[in-house]
């Protein structure tokens, strides 16, 4: 799941879509917000660094292709498009990531 902070007078949605922008090449139309949560960020030094996770569903925009692209290569991002019963293993996603999608999934499910 793309990630990153949100800038200077920019909104969770706003720095999500910019961020998707950024790291997957795809153009996105947010849908709702999925979950907010309370994190701390341990330093290697030991400082706990509080921050604020924004999770959102969303869709592509039609016509957008998902291409590998430098940002993500950077942060060791894969980026790919995935079949609903065909998530990455494991190994390729962080499992708190799988459970969100995995729950957006039969969220969105239930809502039709």
Known sequence: MPGGRVELNESFSE?????????????????RPLQIEEKVFVSPDGEELPFVLAS????ALPGQVTAQTEEAT???????VFS?????PDEDIDLQDKDKILRALSSSIEHR
């Open 56 to 59: 959102f569903i969303a869709e």
């Open 84 to 88: 609903i019963h065909a998530l990455p």
């Open 74 to 80: 950077k942060e060791g991002l894969k980026v790919g």
């Open 15 to 31: 720095a999500f879509l910019r961020e998707t922008q950024d790291e997957t090449s795809v153009a996105a139309r947010l849908i």
